[in-house]
């Protein structure tokens, strides 16, 4: 079995900052800490630059992407509707510590961010991410759409539920205040906006994405 590949992880806000070797270094600098910005390099030299740069220009850098769809099936996609907002999810561990963010699908503009969460899994925050563009797009009377790249929370905003496995502990009481937060908002209001599928394969990651793959 190889090796998994070194990573270099840079803290710019943290119980401490800078550049760290390990994992678990970087999670005692982030846990606890609201507001922790951080990412991963592959390498120290990479890292150490980011450091001095802003967090905001690392965070949804990812790789180029390559599309493996054919020109025929990338015309029947089409392109993405900028008339939007995008929202996603990271989770460093499932479950881990979990944050999820919303963008403005054309520009990258951040428009929130919430997190970082003790103890949270991937599938959550984007749930969680999804209903909180609900209300941002219903509290701003906007007629934009909604862009995700996860089936399974546009299944759970639908059947108006967080149906996830992970178990409530004394760890993510935050979190789970959030979710039953979410889960009645579901409940107790309508909304007009479209959700849709963001699709990967066409357009790459979605905007919103962390870059921490």
């Known amino acids: 079995m190889a090796k998994p590949k070194k ?12 550049v760290f070797e390990t994992w678990d270094d970087c999670k005692s600098q982030i846990t606890n800490f609201e507001g922790a910005q951080y990412k991963s390099f592959p390498t120290f ?15 949804g850098k990812s790789k180029k992407f390559s599309s ?13 509707n900028y008339n939007s907002i995008a929202v996603d999810a990271a989770s460093s561990g499932n479950p881990g510590i ?27 925050g984007e749930f969680l991410a999804l209903v909180h563009g609900l209300a941002f797009l219903k509290q701003n009377n906007s007629d934009r759409i909604l862009y995700t790249d996860s089936r399974t929370a546009m299944s759970w905003v639908k059947k108006k ?3 996830t496995k992970l178990q409530r502990t004394a760890a993510n009481t935050a979190l789970f205040t959030l ?5 009645l908002w579901l409940t107790n209001n309508t909304y007009t906006t479209t959700i849709v ?15 921490r793959k």
């Open 98 to 124: 979990m944050e999820y963010r919303g963008v403005d699908t054309q520009s990258k503009k951040e428009l929130f961010r919430k997190g970082p969460y003790q103890h949270g899994t991937n599938n959550v």
């Open 161 to 163: 539920q967080c149906n």
């Open 45 to 59: 030299e990479l890292a150490k630059t980011a450091l001095k740069g802003n967090y905001k220009d690392y965070i």
């Open 179 to 183: 979710v039953d937060r979410a889960v």
């Open 68 to 80: 493996a769809l054919s020109e025929t099936r990338l015309k029947l996609i089409g392109q993405p």
């Open 7 to 18: 990573k270099y992880y840079t803290v710019w806000k943290g119980h401490r900052t800078g």
């Open 197 to 211: 599928k963001w699709e990967t394969k066409a357009w790459g990651e979605i905007p919103a994405d962390f870059g």
